[in-house]
């Protein structure tokens, strides 16, 4: 017995403007259905609180999704001045009120380029899905169990002072992976001697994707509900896919022809007689594409003298 059709091979990536108040795999789970896919994941969640970017990947795309996890990002916030809570953001109850300071803008943004702005060590926050021991820390937290709190180095690449008042502080802020917003934000309050939590956290970057290009999840749905009134017919939605390569594109690229070997390229051994290799890097960050078809074939490494190996074969 055949074994039933569980969705299309439909591969891409879409760049989702997450709303507010919805988990990252909750949509993710949304997204899949629409496009009626095989396969997906995203490349990073999202708290609940917070809006943006959140690029989904579907198919074929989903092999690049550790690469896009590790990408830098970069966010808007605000914070609230005068308070901290348990979780570092609105979701939280408050643990402690300060009177706020007269600040002085100057003054205050010269204390964030010199303090937060580098590799700096940052304490995650208790409420976070960092594991251990198998569970999220918010899981053990929850059940009353104490945990010990993680610190980590992370890099954060700018931070930019968009607005101050006595209520609140706006920033915008490009950081590594792995950087927690809450966490950074809360610590600026602690310098600043009065507090503060997150109360708006808004992606706007995510690798090579800007939240410019990003659609929500009423255009999906609008257009899934069209497609499924008038005819099954995806290639409206499907428009909407970015292409399977665009993480890497900024990577060096080769394009392989017949008389290099891509048979043997594609089917996981090297291409050899490999004429032009000589201004590729010897990493493994190279875009292999068809020279007859332009289509892409994968991820190679210059291996030898005109020879490339398959690092991760796409089957499109």
Known sequence: MGRKNRGRAVHGVVLLNKPLGMSSNHLLQKVKRLFNAAKAGHTGALDPLATGLLPICLGEATK???????SDKAYETIG???????????????????????LNIDHV?????????GTIKQVAPLYSALKIDGKPMYEWVRKGVEVEAKVREVTINSIELESLTQEQIQLQVSCSKGTYIRSLVDDIGQELGCGAYITKLHRTEHGPYQIKDSVTLEQ???????????????SELDSLLLPVDSPIADWPMYRLTEAEHIERFTHGNPAKGVKNTESLPDTDAIRVYDDNSGMFLGIGEKTGPEQLSPRRLVNL
Do not use: C, H, M
């Open 80 to 102: 609230k001045l005068g308070e901290r809570t348990s979780t570092l953001d609105a979701e939280g109850e408050v643990t402690e009120t300060r009177p706020v300071p007269e």
């Open 220 to 234: 999906l749905e609008t257009l899934a509900d069209k497609l499924l009134k008038e005819s099954p017919d995806y």
């Open 109 to 117: 943004n010269q204390i964030i380029q010199q303090q937060f702005v």
């Open 64 to 70: 690049f999704s550790q690469l896009l996890l590790e």
